[in-house]
Structures are given as structure tokens and as C-alpha cells.
């Protein structure tokens, strides 16, 4: 794919007609991609796998409605952002999110993540909590949790099976990109409740997966969350992690995931040491927020609103 082409997969409009603001800016040593609409404070949102920032096309418009300046970013080697060789450990990657807050001349942000963008989330909260206003965390366990998950609950541990499948060398690229991508439309309409996603939604992510590098950087957080596991640096990061998230904090989940159980994100709260709010969508799976965009928007809006959101 030629570079027009690639920004072409990218930086496209929503659907709904209006023009977001596509630009670049640097944080973290590299060069991120953001798509922006509306004037307010700032609730940035970061997509999960196998995804990019078109994932949040409506709580865009949503959010810019109800007076909010949102911005939905590509992480680290995917959409338009750099494709470093490395920098692919949680840590690195959720120093990127608050450098984004910073360059986009915010005091803080209200952070909306699905997904590994939910894992960054987390770890952004814990790690810089000054830039964090609030925290919504979208289909993803804590870290802790889900890391306790993957190893002793043999249910989670099987619905993570892709992760595990990530660790073999190249061979997982080359499936996320053959046939077009076919690979991608087939993981996102299996992970997706009964309201499965338009056609030409799933051949929007399967264009972005088929830029070079893509799948490869795509993979490179799950190969660290694995093979850390057991080193230094993983147990360091395990242990960092105990630092409560101390902004409030709101969770919402499908309840028919079939990749981040309900049993494995529920108890997250325990390392939420502010207001925190669960919030199970019924007959939705691993993609709320794309699945039910009117109740999805309505629950994030309406709890960002809240000056005093309730425990």
C-alpha cells in the first residue's frame, strides 16, 4: 500500500457526514495521529485490537455535542501514527496517551479507552494521575485483574486464546493481512453480540490492518504482556500497578464479551480508591460503544456530566 493510499484508509470522515480535524503531533519521541471535533474539555479516546480511532466515529459526534473537545487517537504503530521498532510495553505506551494530553495543551483529560486502549487507561490513571480527570475503561479488566485472570481462570485464559496464538513469530502478521484482512472482519464480527457491524465498517478496519508494519506493531503489546510475564520487568509492572486509580471512574462492559469475561473485569474496583460505576450492557459483546452507539453515548455523557458521579 502506497502512503497516499495509507493516509486514505485513515484519515476519512464520519459517516455521519460531519469533517473531523485530522492532524499529526509529537509525544514520546514519535508522531501521533488524532482525529478531533468539538470545543471543550478534552476526553480523549483510545481504540483497542483490532482497531484504529475510527472506532469512536460516534461518541465523536456525541461528545462534541454535549460541549466536549473530542479527540480519538491511533496508538503507537497503527492508523496514521509512527511505527517505531520498538516502545510497545504498556508503561511506554501510556506515557504516549498523556504526552498526547500534553501536546494537545490540556492541563488533563477525561480518558475513554476500549479494549488495550482501556489497558492503557488504566495504567495511564495509576502512572501520571495529575493528567487524568476521569477514566472510563470500555471490555477491559484492570490490569492486575486480568492478568490474575489469563493465568488461573481457565475460561478467560481460553477466551484470550489469541493473545497466546500472538506469540509465534511472524505467522500471526501474515494471517491478520491475508486475503485483505479477512482475518479482522472475521475476529470483530465473533467478538460482537447479535448486532453485528456493517459491512463497510469491517472493511474500514481490514484497509487499516493492511497498511505495512501495522499487524506487526498491532501485535507487539500482547507479545509483551505475555513474555513479561515471568521477568523483571513485567513483575515491576504487575507491582506498579497496585497504585489505586484515585479520579472517578466509570467500567462498562458487555455482557455477552466473549473475549474479556464479566467474571474477569468485574472486581476491578478494588483498585479505584475514588466513585466508581459499573455498568453491564445487556445482549452486547466485546464492542459496546460501536454495537449500541445511542445507549453506549447517553451512559458516557451523561456520567462525565455528573459532578458527584456515585460509587
Given amino acids: 500500500m502506497t502512503e497516499p493510499a495509507a493516509a486514505a484508509a485513515v484519515r476519512i470522515d464520519l459517516p455521519s457526514g460531519e469533517k473531523v480535524t485530522h492532524r499529526d503531533v509529537a509525544a514520546n519521541g514519535a508522531r501521533f495521529h488524532i482525529a478531533e471535533l468539538g470545543d471543550g474539555p478534552l476526553v480523549l479516546l483510545l481504540h483497542g485490537f483490532p482497531q484504529f480511532w475510527w472506532t469512536w ?67 495511564a490513571a495509576a502512572m501520571r494521575p495529575k493528567l487524568v480527570r476521569r477514566l472510563a475503561v470500555v471490555s477491559m479488566p484492570h490490569p492486575r485483574r486480568w492478568r490474575a485472570a489469563m493465568l488461573r481462570d481457565a475460561r478467560q485464559t481460553a477466551a484470550g486464546s489469541y493473545i497466546w496464538g500472538f506469540q509465534r513469530p511472524w505467522i500471526p502478521e501474515r494471517q491478520l493481512t491475508a486475503d485483505g484482512g479477512a482475518l479482522v472482519g472475521r475476529l470483530i464480527r465473533e467478538w460482537s453480540g447479535p448486532r453485528l457491524p456493517e459491512d463497510e465498517a469491517v472493511e474500514t478496519y481490514q484497509r487499516a490492518m493492511c497498511i505495512p508494519s501495522t499487524a506487526h506493531c498491532s501485535i507487539e503489546p500482547y507479545r509483551w504482556l505475555v513474555r513479561s510475564l515471568a521477568r523483571p520487568d513485567g513483575i515491576q509492572f504487575n507491582r506498579r500497578m497496585k497504585r489505586p486509580v484515585r479520579v472517578p471512574t466509570l467500567h462498562l462492559h458487555g455482557s455477552l464479551d466473549p473475549v474479556a469475561r464479566t467474571r474477569s473485569a468485574a472486581g476491578s474496583g478494588e483498585y479505584v480508591e475514588a466513585p466508581y460505576r459499573w ?33
Fill in 57 to 123: 466515529r460516534h461518541q465523536l459526534v456525541a461528545l462534541a455535542e454535549a460541549g466536549y473537545r473530542a479527540v480519538a487517537m491511533d496508538l503507537r504503530g497503527v492508523g496514521g501514527s509512527d511505527r517505531t521498532p520498538r516502545g510497545y510495553d504498556p508503561a511506554n505506551l501510556a506515557l504516549d496517551v498523556t504526552g498526547v494530553i500534553r501536546s494537545l495543551g490540556e492541563p488533563d483529560a477525561a480518558l475513554v479507552g476500549h479494549d488495550l486502549g482501556g489497558y492503557l487507561a488504566w495504567t
Fill in 279 to 311: 455498568r453491564l450492557f445487556d445482549g452486547l459483546g466485546h464492542f459496546p460503544h460501536e454495537e449500541d452507539p445511542a445507549a453506549f453515548s447517553a451512559e458516557l455523557v451523561n456520567w462525565l456530566r455528573d459532578p458527584e458521579p456515585d460509587r
